[in-house]
């Protein structure tokens, strides 16, 4: 795109390719994230330092911050993403949840104001009917979620909720929906259009979770059908519309194959981790997309000609063990990612670097795109028993047993199905 | 004497038990940090807690020690 790529990095992360794959790098401060990423003064300055035009802000951090969109503006800089204005509207889960529903959006009972105490949410569940879930109404990744099925379950996990959404959010505010057993965790790509329209780019399927986060993801579904496709695309437009979204966006959905039915979850107002499967099977970069549509220019595809292809899967590879899932950080001594046919590997490490225990344990996405769900799944096969990392601890072993595991071969799987593969 | 030990490289998010506490088998002792999960390390069986190793804000290497307890 002719874009010079400036990058900022913490002590931690300074070794990282990335930082010398940029066009120039910044340090921005200590490895704790309070002291660099989060550091709002100090992204800036950075992007000062380098008379840089734009901010992209990732899919971490102070992505989904408004204050921080805000700042970016007011500092004269561009931002890439959507306006404050969307951000704070969907990052308070329970504005979101209203404002959804008043768009014609399905939503699941729930609470429409915040909860704050531990018997409102004993009253509220009663109202809405167990099983209940419980989460931050300012969070997100899955931290301090949890799902109550009666009132001392309930209360137990009100207080994890709570305490979590003070430490990790600043806000004690708690939402309790009603809580969808056997249900798969199914979202839509939304692109914002610098004229105004809101696009789909069809679904990811993200059912594959530990501790509510999402470990493998898929495109197509193999749970939705044609019609049940057609009514979640339209009202992930809805969604947009109704928030006036610009840019790459998500409307997660919690989707009930059994029905045919599906509920809005919440939308997350940046590009998504599991980007590279909608792009696999639609030939589009997203993150061009952003670029473009930040800048005020026209998509460099034809709105009216999406036509996805093929399959594609995404596997996460993280630093952690393949059983219990616990983190694994340490130095890397060997790195050998996997390339062939349809083979795609988004990594931020190679060896010789250090996974330290500040950030997320993602290590690389391993992608793959296939004429159909079977030829992603051998590819996918193929890919994982090639790539070799020593040091930290991976997940590769996971993915070689989900992959080999009837009900994910099958296609017919809910976000029960890793609990199943690694009962306790 | 028993030595509690760190499983995994971590930071100290939040010690709980004191020197001179009196800790049960499976009392939280401290709650390690690493990669955005909370890691709490408990105490393997009864005892006073003699020493503690570790202090908020450190970062422990897998092995190393957490707290002893007599």
Not at chain 2, 36 to 51: F, N, Q, W
Request: glycine share 10%.
């Amino acid at each position: 795109m002719g874009i010079r790529a400036v990058a900022v990095y913490s002590d931690a992360d300074a070794d990282l390719p990335y930082v010398r794959e940029a066009d120039e790098a910044l340090y921005i401060g200590p490895s704790q994230p309070a002291r660099s990423y989060l550091d709002a003064a100090a992204l800036i300055e950075a992007a000062r330092k380098s008379n840089a035009a734009a901010v992209h802000p990732g899919y971490g951090f102070l992505a989904e911050n408004a204050d921080f969109a805000r700042q970016v503006i007011e500092a004269g800089l561009t931002w890439v993403g959507p306006g404050p204005g969307a951000i704070e509207q969907m990052g308070d889960k329970i504005r979101a949840r209203n404002l959804m529903e008043q768009a014609g959006v399905p939503v699941s009972p729930g609470t429409r104001e915040p909860v704050t105490d531990v018997a409102e949410a004993v009253t509220e569940a009663e109202r809405i009917g167990y099983p209940v879930m419980v989460k931050a109404a300012a969070g997100g990744g899955g931290i301090g979620m949890g799902a109550a099925a009666d009132e001392a379950g309930l209360r137990s996990a009100f207080e994890t909720a709570r305490s979590r959404a003070e430490r990790f959010f600043g806000s004690p505010a708690i939402l309790l929906e009603r809580y969808v057993e056997r249900a798969r965790h199914v979202e839509v790509q939304i692109l914002g259009l610098a004229d105004g329209r809101v696009l789909a780019l069809g679904e990811r399927d993200c059912s594959v979770q530990r501790r509510h986060q999402k470990v493998a993801e898929e495109t197509p579904s193999p749970g939705v059908s044609a019609s049940l496709r057609e009514r979640m695309l339209a009202a992930a437009v809805k969604a947009g519309e109704a928030v006036g979204y610009r840019g790459a966006g998500t409307v997660e959905c919690l989707v009930d194959a059994d029905a045919g039915s599906f509920v809005f979850l919440e939308m997350n107002t940046r590009l998504q981790v599991e980007h590279p499967v909608t792009e696999l099977v639609t030939g589009i970069d997203l993150v061009e997309q952003q670029f473009l549509v930040a800048a005020g220019e026209p998509p460099s595809f034809d709105p009216g000609a999406i036509h996805p292809a093929g399959h594609a899967l995404e596997l996460r590879i993280y630093a952690e063990d393949p059983v219990r899932f616990l983190p694994g950080p340490g130095t890397i001594t060997e790195w050998d990612e996997p390339a062939g046919d349809g083979v795609r590997v988004d990594a931020g490490y190679q060896a010789g670097n250090t996974v330290t225990p500040f950030y997320d344990p993602l290590l690389a996405k391993l992608c793959v795109h296939g004429a159909d769900r079977a030829q992603a799944l051998e590819r996918a096969r193929d890919a994982v028993a090639a790539f070799r990392i020593a040091g930290p601890k991976t997940n590769l072993a996971f993915h070689a047993d989900l992959l080999a595991s009837p009900d994910f071969v099958s296609g017919d799987y809910d976000t029960s199905l890793v609990s199943k593969l690694r009962p306790r | 004497m028993a030595e509690v030990r760190a499983e995994m490289v971590a930071n100290v998010w939040k010690v709980v038990a004191k020197e001179g506490d009196q800790v049960d088998d499976g009392d939280t002792l401290v709650i390690l940090e690493s990669m955005k999960m909370e890691i709490p390390v408990l105490a393997e069986g009864s005892g006073v807690v003699t020493k503690m190793h570790v202090a908020e804000g450190d970062v422990v290497q897998e092995g190393d020690p957490i707290a002893t307890i007599g």
